[in-house]
């Protein structure tokens, strides 16, 4: 967690050192707001189907879900990073400037903790393989979501490898927002960073209405979060029978966004 505020100080700092500044902020928000509606609403469609065609409801629902207030807080802290780093870079413009690529050293060794932190969690890959509908589920989100940046990039008139880049972050804030801040500079990582954490937000009231009747759906919608952030709140709202395919759904999700992203940003435009 302290490598991740990190990160989003670092890229709000950028963010607030932006030349025309005034100009930018709208381009983020409708562009990061057009992003998460249409790879949601599609992730939701696509994967509600899938439940309809392959149903299996829960046997029973979990309970004790914490307040909404407590994790909301958790995503506003994430938010406030960003703001911090944005009022900081914005009035030290000029005199203040990062070692280039700063971000990206912070970010490997975030990646390199996960994977211990995976490891710690006993999690083994006979748990993630044989579990096909968490394989299925990961392989629906992850398609629906890129055919949603597709089609926002054709209404944002963007390239349509940038769109597929924002939206391959299905969910990972941490890592979209510094390899599209790298390539394309903090307009682009911030689009990505607001995209993937709207998922983590809307996840944290949407996980319960449709655990009993469409856990893949439940699931999907939480994206790559769904191994970390969401996880207890997938495990309390739909009990222990549905952590296997949160474990195998998280961790297809987890593995897709590096490969991905480095692919569709490395592209000429």
Known sequence: MV??????LVMGLSLGQLDNLATQLPVIGISAFTFAVLTQGLNALGLIAYDKINPA???HLGSDLPPRWKLLLDS????????IGFLFGYFTKGTVALPFGSSTYVLIALIFFVGIQ???????LREVLFNKRGIHTGLIMI???????????????????????????????????????????????SIAFFNDLSREIISLFVIPFFMFHYRSTAVGLAGATAL???????????????VPLAISFGFVTNIAPPILLIFFSSIPL
Not at 153 to 180: C, D, F, H, N, R
Request: a positive charge.
């Open 143 to 189: 398609a629906t979501s890129l055919i949603g940046g597709i089609v926002a990039a054709l209404m944002l008139k963007l390239p349509v490898t940038q769109g597929l880049a924002i939206a391959s972050g299905l969910g990972w804030y941490s890592l979209s927002s510094v390899v599209l801040n790298d390539a394309w500079g903090p307009v682009f990582g």
């Open 228 to 242: 970390d952030c969401t996880l207890p709140i997938i495990q309390r709202s739909g009990g222990i029978e549905v």
């Open 57 to 59: 409801p829960l046997k």
């Open 76 to 83: 506003l802290k994430l938010c406030s990073m960003v703001f």
């Open 118 to 124: 995976l490891r710690n969690n006993g999690i083994s």
């Open 3 to 8: 490598l991740l505020y990190i990160i989003l």
